[in-house]
Nanobody, 126 residues
Framework: QVQLVESGGGLVQAGGSLRLSCEAS????????MAWFRQAPGKEREFVAA????????HYGDSVKDRFTISRDNSKNTVYLQMNSLKPEDTAVYYC???????????????????WGQGTQVTVSS
């Protein structure tokens, strides 16, 4: 059984930074694709960022490019999301997701990910 536990959310002012963490447990972490999605009230869950097991390939949603950075530490079974220059529109619940294979063109789709964390709230005040 795979478990994903996010942490690091909170309240920050616009222009500030936060780092989210997601620790995976239960199965081999390597050779998988890890991602972050987010969901604001009344909106669909949106792809934020993802990377493959080696970290050699990453992908970002258009709204977070050049502001957010995804990284992972396979020795700790943990993926991170460094969020800089935060905006009020980044306010959402952020979810960590795990796919049990390396993804390619399907990396941005929710349906590609079999496991999800419980989410962590990020609130950006103006």
């Amino acid at each position: 059984q795979v478990q994903l536990v996010e942490s690091g959310g909170g309240l920050v002012q616009a222009g500030g930074s936060l780092r989210l963490s997601c620790e995976a447990s239960g199965r081999t972490f390597s050779q998988k694709t890890m991602a972050w999605f987010r969901q604001a009230p009344g909106k669909e869950r949106e792809f934020v960022a993802a990377n493959t097991w080696s970290g050699s390939r990453t992908h970002y949603g258009d709204s977070v490019k050049d502001r957010f950075t995804i990284s992972r530490d396979n020795s700790k079974n943990t993926v991170y999301l460094q969020m800089n220059s935060l905006k009020p529109e980044d306010t959402a619940v952020y979810y960590c997701a795990l796919a049990m294979r390396e993804l390619f063109s399907d990396i941005i789709f929710r349906s590609s990910y079999a496991y999800w964390g419980q989410g962590t709230q990020v609130t950006v005040s103006s």
